[in-house]
Structure formats: C-alpha cells, structure tokens
C-alpha cells in the first residue's frame, strides 16, 4: 500500500489511503523502477530523504513502503550486514513451520523514543557490491542488539565515508533518531557525529556516554562560581543542628573514594546500651530546590561510574569538598542516631540535622585489619594521622562489627534475601588501560558499613512515611515473576537440588544449603525472575513492602552525592524538621 505524508499527518500520526485508481496510476509510473533495485536511483522517494519526496511535483510526499520494504529485505544477504540482529523477515518466507504465534503492529498509540542517540556502525545497503554511484542512502548498524537497523540518507554522511567506507568499517559514529513510518520496515535516522576506533578507551567510553545518554560534560561556570572552597560554619545553622563534632566520627570507604557522603560514630551509655550514628552529607544544604543546580542533578540522576572515572552528579567543588565528609573537617550533615542494644535492637531513634567532623578517613582494608587483629593494624591506623588514638578508633570498629553482625544475622533468620553476584575489580596501569584484574570480594568491613546504612535507610522510610502517607518517596521491591519462578524451580527439581521460593526467607535458605559446586550458578539464575526495585510515592502504591529486604519501608538516604532520590527525601526531612521552609519546598 502506498500513503500520502505531509507535515501534519506525520506529527499527528493520521494516514489516509490513496483512492485505488490514483495508487493504480503511479504503480504503473515507477513501482517497477523500485522493485528493480532503484531505491537508489533518481526518482522521487530516493532523492535523499525518505520523509521529504518532493522532487516531483506529481507525486509529492509518497512512499512506496512495501517497494522499499522489499529492498531493504533483499539488497543485503550477506551474513555480515546481519551478525548480532535479531532474526530477519526471511524465516516468515521459510517452508519449515512456524511454531511460535505472530502477530502484526497495526497502529503506534504513542510514540515513546526515550534514547534519542544510538552508537553503531555506517555500512552501504549493498555491503558486498559497496557504495554505488546511485545510491543515495546507507545502512546504520547499531551495537545495541535491541536497537533495530537505521537507514540513513547518504548526503548526511561525513565525505570521509562516502569516499571510502571500508576505512569506517571499524568506526564508531553516532546517529539520532529521525522518524519511522507506519508499516516501514527501519527507522530512519540523522547522522551527529563520528566517535573513533573501536578498542580505544576514549572511543569506547564515549559510545558508553552515548547508548546511555550520559550527561558528561562540564558544569556551567556560573554554578561553580556560587561556591567559595572554603567551608564556614553560619550563626544561622547552629541553632538548627546538633553539633556533633566532639564525637568520634570517621568514614569508611574504598581506597579511591572522594565522594565521602557516609560515616559512623559508635560510644557507650551509662546504662550499657549503645549510641550508634550514621552520618551523612546534608547536601540539601548547597542543592536548593528548584534552583538551576538541582534542576541539572535532577536531569543526571546519578553519578555514573565506570572503570577509570566519575562522571558526578554535582560538581566537583561540591562532591569532593564542601559535601564530602573528608576528615578533619567541619561539615553540614544529616545523622540517624539510635540507642541500641548489644545485639542491634533499636531502643530509640533520632533523625536530624548536625554538624560534624570525622576524624579520620579509613579504607575497607583498614578497617579489615582491625576486624582480623593483624598485626600492623596499629600501624596501618596511624599512618593516617587521625585526631584520636588508634586504639580507640579500633575499638569503635569491633564495636560496630560486632552490633553489625547480629543486625546481619537477626535480618537473614528473619527472612532476608542476597542474591550478591560476584565483581570484578580492575588494576589500571598510568595510561589508564587495565593490566589485571580480580573478583573484588565482600569482607566484614564492607558488611559493616552495609547493615547500618541499609538500617539508616529503614528508619528513614518508617518516619517520612509515618508523617506523609499519602506522599513519601520509598523504594519498592516486588515479588519474583511467577512464571519465571516456576520454570526456576523445575530447573532445580531436574537436576536434584530442592528448592522452595514461597517467601524470600525460604529461597534464601535453599541457596545456603545448594551444593557448593552449583551456588554461584543458581545465584545468577535465581535472579532472572526477580523485578528490578523501584521507587514510588506512598499515594500511588498501597503495597510498600521490599521484597529482598523482607521490611514493610525502604527507601535511599544515604548517598545525596551520587543519587537524586536521596535528596529529595532530604528534602521531605527538612519539611519535617523545619515548619518555616514548608511553603518554600512543598
């Protein structure tokens, strides 16, 4: 069938059919020209731009869809055109039967293109006859397996290409997405940019920036501008914060961070139970709602981290230094303070606004040492000069781990879920390029730090929601799907490992006690039915209860540097804390 375009039909996605006798006429005039290979040649609907064939004044805005259609099924049966994409058309053409059901896309209700850029490859319709003196558009092969093939008009693309396109083979080029006709069988798409040669790290790093849509470039200067990079304590906040700089609070991290937004505080009381702090970055305090900041960390979400950078969600002024809770410094911060007992029971809980100053800033490894009593911790602790002994700083360590250890157990015996899938940890030389690399594992270190932030961001949850029911940003986890679930456990069932997925507890148990050559092996598998978290406001969701974490509340409070989330849930703390700011964050 053929349809007559113009502007307003394409926006509005409105096609008309041509009455049979005027379809019939121009069929007649170069539907043979088409179906001949001429999808290339001079005629109207080839000169350049699919959506614009204007050339003829008797067939302006027509396109022979099913014609072209049929060349771009037939111009390319060379394997290498087709490596890594989905199945092509011609299996429907195949005498074997077809047993799965088809069906047929009639009608697009809304149009949702949320990546706009895709990264691929720029190769001739004809990938074994080259580009031709005729042709007048090029296939665009993206890496995303999921993404369909462009064409893209030749005159778009850079002379480079055009003059000798084998040199592009290895190349990878950016295009955007133009538009798809109804019943046309690829997009088409605009060329932006040429990126580099695969294999090299810039290269590749920008074809991550654009499959992802990363924002990456750099902060307007008159953002960074607002900032002094020396921190001062305001009058104005001291009446608003508990000043908790006299405690001992100190960070831990991987050895690289610079972003600190977390850290712990853990004394003694009277009565023997404990006070126990987390600690984290009022970031709040710099981002100011609805300003030209917030807006852009709104826009990037989340920092982005890749192998051999950050691409932050704040500027580096703030997330380096004036935010990050570097030690020996004085900081802004949001604390969640409990009075527990010895085996983590919370007795009482306080949310609010501090200040605070870590005296030291300590690495995972660190920490480790300390939990191992190896004997150069003493040393090691030292070494970074903290503001108080390192005998103390070691026993507040024990202590944490010790509490944190009961949190961890009391949580899986209550029916708590991981599903931790090993991680890879790569060794940089000074160029950037990886020399080795290993499976970065999981020590008591890293578990104390994750049980009580994990416990920061339940508390957190319980109170926003308590005060906004209708209203409190908390992060949800659903159930498994049950069909993939199910096919799971036949799996299981088949080759003699029992288990049972009735509750998040049980199939937790059941992976513990699995066979310790096939653990690591239905880890991974018993993640395939699991849905991805996802935040939500208490108004649009009765069910706020987290599947993994087997807790009714959840939510993030943790890490405002790198998360957008975070802050606004900050932001409902503050309307909490403070009635006079109400209005201005409502």
Not at 216 to 222: A, G, I, L, Q, Y
Request: net charge negative; glycine share 4%; charged share 30%.
């Amino acid at each position: 069938r053929k349809y007559r375009f113009s502007d307003s039909d394409v926006k509005s996605r409105q096609i008309s059919d041509i009455q049979e006798s005027n379809r019939e006429e121009i069929r007649n005039e170069e539907f043979d020209e088409i179906e001949n290979g001429d999808i290339n040649g001079e005629n109207d609907i080839n000169n350049g731009d699919l959506a614009d064939a204007s050339s003829s004044p008797k067939r302006s805005h027509l396109l022979d869809i099913p014609a072209v259609n049929r060349i771009l099924d037939h111009a390319i049966p060379n394997k290498e055109r087709d490596e890594g994409i989905p199945e092509s058309r011609q299996e429907q053409n195949s005498d074997e039967p077809q047993l799965r059901p088809r069906g047929k896309v009639v009608f697009i209700a809304d149009a949702l293109h949320k990546r706009k850029e895709f990264v691929g490859f720029l190769v001739p319709i004809r990938v074994d006859q080259g580009l031709g003196p005729n042709d007048r558009f090029v296939h665009f092969i993206p890496i995303d397996k999921r993404a369909p093939k462009f064409i893209l008009p030749l005159r778009g693309c850079p002379e480079e290409f055009v003059q000798d396109w084998k040199k592009f083979r290895n190349h990878y080029c950016v295009v955007k997405f133009d538009q798809w006709y109804p019943d046309l069988y690829s997009p088409i798409a605009k060329f932006v940019k040429l990126i580099g040669e695969i294999g090299n790290i810039e290269s590749e790093t920008c074809a991550i920036y654009s499959t992802y849509a990363i924002e990456h470039s750099d902060f307007p200067e008159t953002i960074e501008a607002q900032f002094s990079t020396h921190f001062e304590i305001k009058e104005s906040e001291l009446s608003k914060r508990k000043d908790f700089r006299k405690k001992r609070i100190f960070s831990i991290d991987p050895p690289t961070a610079r972003d600190l937004d977390d850290a712990l505080s853990i004394e003694q009381l009277p009565n023997g139970n404990f006070e126990v702090g987390v600690h984290i970055a009022d970031v709040t305090h710099y981002v100011k709602y609805l300003s030209e900041l917030d807006e852009i960390a709104k826009q990037r979400n989340t920092s982005v981290y890749l192998v051999q950078k950050c691409i932050p969600m704040l500027p580096r002024i703030l997330c380096e230094n004036l935010c990050s809770l570097n030690p020996k410094e004085d900081r802004y911060a949001f604390s969640v303070v409990w009075e527990m007992k010895s085996d983590g029971e919370v007795v009482d809980t306080w949310i609010g606004k501090t200040i605070i100053r870590s005296c030291a800033k300590l690495s995972y490894a660190h920490a480790q040492k300390v939990i191992e009593n190896e004997p150069d911790w003493n040393t090691t602790l030292q070494a970074l000069e903290p503001e108080y002994s390192a005998d103390l700083i070691a026993k507040d360590i024990l202590l944490l781990d010790k509490i944190a250890k009961e949190m961890r157990k009391k949580r899986f015996d209550t029916g708590a879920l991981s599903l931790g899938r090993k991680k890879l940890n790569f060794v940089l030389d000074e160029n950037g390029f990886p020399k080795s690399l290993c499976v970065y594992e999981q020590k008591d270190s890293n578990k104390l730090v994750e049980e009580f932030m994990l416990r920061a961001n339940m508390s957190v949850a319980k109170f926003i929601y308590d005060k906004y029911k209708l209203s409190a940003l908390l992060r949800k986890h659903p159930p498994p799907k049950e069909r993939q679930m199910t096919e799971f456990l036949k799996f299981c069932s088949d080759i003699g490992v029992e288990m049972c997925a009735n509750s998040a507890g049980e199939l937790n148990q059941c992976l513990k006690k699995a066979p310790s050559h096939l653990k690591h092996v239905l880890h991974f598998l018993a993640t395939k039915p699991m849905h991805m978290a996802v935040y939500f406001s208490t108004g649009d969701l009765e069910d706020c209860f987290h599947y993994a974490l087997n807790v009714p509340y959840y939510t993030h409070f943790t890490s405002p540097i790198r998360r957008y989330p975070d802050i606004i849930v900050h932001l409902s703390l503050i309307h909490i804390s403070e009635p006079t700011r109400q209005a201005e964050i409502s």
